[in-house]
């Protein structure tokens, strides 16, 4: 008999899942869309339908001992989201009872980028490391901060919020109601804002004057980049520049030994990052100048988030019996 | 036969010490300046000296367990000064190791913000709280931030360096070697200079003409503000609106229950600290507004980094034992 849990990883397209035994092997794995469900309800349902239907194909014996769930703006504490501007649901939602009552086993949650991190520390880059930083670059903007072994869930278990960062306090409007918020610069959506103001700003002759921003995307525009195009270069420097400072402030902060970068955006290719490590050394304190590594997830093949939400319930239940 | 432990708190100008005994009353105190000590020996010879002669004149029987330090650039993991820009001794001080020979009980180090945080946790109004932040506003800028009970120290030793996040990556210069970092506008020194700009840029008729920057405190200028004098008050709100807009930042990663802000520019008066809660609930993530309180410290009048480096000496024993 495996024992094993299952993780969920739901972000604001799409949700992925995979049944995880205690190595970190995936006995099963599948997603589903999640934006087409308006109603929180219905999507568990179809969740469950989904995930039940494929336990059914697996030919080892397997027990399933806990569910673990990342998702954007969820709360640890509570098992509810809370507020996702980034979902369909609004408000609060008891997502960890909801799912109980499906799957008959504990259920706990933490928000998409601290699962991330624990699954790096569990299965990735992160082994055997008690202070990094994960960020996700996708359609926004995650971090998990892991200090002396621990997450940082704060108070209210809403710490991490390293996409609201301020970076100009009159700048771009983000989702959450502020304005200049990291993720509004440092993400996929972000880059793609920086093209159009490049496009408006500039006379430089580029291809990417005939896309639309919709066709636009990380992987197109660091491309372009690589390729020489004037745009797309001056769009990577002004993303990494805003990226390299707030890594260095998050360094100044909480000293972690290494920045592991996941999600959509880190998989476009090396030119972002090699740009924002120059700038983070630039920016950082002095003392901790050469120290701190800025380095790719080593999960981006695999979902980091999966594995972490399927790491949070193995952990959730050593506690349980300790 | 009382059980004490030494509290040592190690400024730029002053150096201040107290024995403590485990509910945090002080069975001696005294102070001595640093500055005046070129070399690091000499000084720690005077303080052996000065501190030793004080035992003598207590009255009740104590046993000293422990010494506990705190300083600027202390790391806590290498009993070391590192690179202190404020301090005469430069390059890496084994402190720790060098008061052990003069005390000849277990010595331990860490920056003179972690120290304060420990003692407000222990002895003032962060009792019973897991997630704070504490930031002392002096000379400079220092950060101590609790997470989990736990200080964050990093990788390294070197976390909670607040003062040095970035602000204007091109603006003042630090003594830490960078431009435009947190302390340089956010400190008693940062807001003298914000009048000496203020001075330059504008015409407004104020006494503050007829200061030197060397007779200028934060003192005059909060008193001058209070009163309404324009070029006071606008270098309130602009120390104000720097400091909000980074503590909401610092919120947005690690969401403490509330930051606690001591040293000599907090004790100078509220107007600073309400302008800068104003400002502070301006820029935090939405979902954290109206949850966290700036406070002063309750250690004001007491000496929270002599308590606290006491107390970090007590915990440090209670480790030993477990």
């Known amino acids: 008999m495996i024992q094993s849990t299952l993780g969920i990883d739901i972000g604001g397209t799409h949700t992925k899942y995979g049944l995880v035994d205690k190595q970190g092997n995936l006995l099963m794995e599948g997603n589903m869309p999640t934006s087409e469900h308006e109603d929180v309800n219905e999507f568990l349902r179809v969740l469950s339908r989904n995930i039940t239907s494929k ?23 509570n098992g509810t989201i809370e507020h996702a501007p980034n979902l369909n649901w609004k408000g ?3 997502l960890a009872e909801l799912l109980k009552t499906h799957f ?59 996409g609201h960062l301020n970076v100009y306090p009159e700048g771009r409007p983000c989702n959450c109601g502020k304005n200049g918020c990291l993720e509004t610069y440092a993400s ?15 006379t430089d002759e580029t291809p990417l004057r005939g896309s639309t921003f919709e066709s636009l995307s990380g992987k197109v525009i ?13 769009a990577i420097d ?15 902060a909480t000293s972690p030994k290494a920045f592991f970068i996941a999600g959509g955006l880190a998989k476009a290719g090396n030119i972002l990052m090699d740009s924002t490590r120059d700038y983070f050394e630039q920016y ?33 239940l050593s506690k349980a019996i300790n």
């Open 92 to 94: 609060i939602v008891p």
């Open 188 to 202: 996929a959506t972000g880059l793609k804002k920086t093209v159009l103001e490049l496009l408006e700003q500039r």
């Open 222 to 234: 660091t491309d372009l980049a690589v390729s020489g195009d004037p745009i797309a270069s001056a």
């Open 104 to 162: 008959n086993v504990p259920v706990v949650l933490t928000n998409d980028a601290n699962a991330a991190a624990i699954g790096e520390q569990v299965f990735g880059g992160a082994q055997g490391m008690d202070d990094f930083v994960i960020i996700t670059l996708g359609t926004g903007l995650g971090g998990g901060i892991m200090s002396n072994d621990k997450l940082i869930y704060g108070h209210d278990g809403l710490a991490g919020e390293l």
């Open 238 to 252: 002004y993303t990494a520049k805003i990226l390299g400072l707030k890594l260095a402030d998050i360094a100044a």
């Open 55 to 77: 336990f059914d194909a697996i030919d080892e014996d397997f027990e399933l001992k806990a569910v673990g769930v990342g998702v954007p703006n969820g709360n640890f504490y």
């Open 284 to 316: 950082i304190y002095p003392p901790m100048q050469g120290k701190i590594e800025i380095k790719l997830s080593h999960l981006m093949d695999k979902n980091a988030a999966v594995l972490g939400a399927s790491a949070l319930a193995w952990g959730q």
